[in-house]
T-cell receptor
Framework: KAGVTQTPRYLIKTRGQQVTLSCSPISGHRSVSWYQQTPGQGLQFLFEYFSETQRNKGNFPGRFSGRQFSNSRSEMNVSTLELGDSALYLC??????????????FGSGTRLTVV | AQSVTQPDIHITVSEGASLELRCNYSYGATPYLFWYVQSPGQGLQLLLKYFSGDTLVQGIKGFEAEFKRSQSSFNLRKPSVHWSDAAEYFCAVGVRDTGGGNKLTFGTGTQLKVEL
């Protein structure tokens, strides 16, 4: 079956703009999480959605937001982009909201560059 | 708060040699532990996971890891490394918040280079 699909793969935006990233989870997976990966900070948790509800949020400013649709697809939005938002944004899905069934399946990520 | 330490930033091994990547965690409850691998420009691929039971866990691509509660460690091993194993490896602990949310806390990663 198809894996986790993230679109677009690459994105270049100008400082001050906003951006929306999309994630389609594996069919049947209801939990979607987002992570930011940068060389300086490593992999950091952004937020988790399960059944259209945000269950958990990382330590990021309010400029970072997300949502999940009834078909479990998720989007994350970053407003008023800053140079430091340049990163690889990874989406991960799993069947339910619990950690302890099996590991998350990650997408290939969206590489965001802010200039 | 939970944390994961991967003390080795870079490791170089010769093809065919054995490999051990170190991971230490700090977490107050029973840990759910994972190893992921990432090739350049790609996402994370799950190698193996530990939830409970047998402390020696087998994964994909010939990798295994051993959970040692007394040492708070979850080291990744492979008896014979292949050139295609060159990648970055991440150890992670799965955390469930009191509010019911879940997340992974990652270590900083170990970059593996394989010499032919």
């Amino acid at each position: 079956k198809a894996g986790v699909t993230q679109t677009p793969r690459y994105l270049i935006k100008t400082r001050g703009q906003q951006v929306t990233l999309s994630c389609s989870p594996i069919s049947g997976h209801r939990s979607v999480s987002w992570y930011q990966q940068t060389p300086g900070q490593g992999l950091q948790f952004l937020f988790e959605y399960f059944s259209e509800t945000q269950r958990n949020k990382g330590n990021f400013p309010g400029r970072f937001s997300g949502r999940q649709f009834s078909n479990s697809r998720s989007e994350m939005n970053v407003s008023t982009l800053e140079l430091g938002d340049s990163a690889l944004y990874l989406c991960a899905s799993r069947t339910n909201g619990q950690v302890d069934n099996y590991g998350y399946t990650f997408g290939s990520g969206t590489r965001l560059t802010v200039v | 708060a939970q944390s994961v330490t991967q003390p080795d930033i870079h490791i170089t091994v010769s093809e065919g040699a054995s490999l051990e990547l170190r991971c230490n965690y700090s977490y107050g409850a029973t840990p759910y532990l994972f190893w992921y691998v990432q090739s350049p420009g790609q996402g994370l691929q799950l190698l193996l996971k530990y939830f409970s039971g047998d402390t020696l866990v087998q994964g994909i691509k010939g990798f295994e890891a051993e959970f040692k509660r007394s040492q708070s460690s979850f080291n990744l091993r492979k008896p014979s490394v292949h050139w295609s194993d060159a990648a970055e490896y991440f150890c992670a602990v799965g955390v469930r918040d009191t509010g019911g949310g879940n997340k992974l806390t990652f270590g900083t990663g170990t970059q593996l280079k394989v010499e032919l």
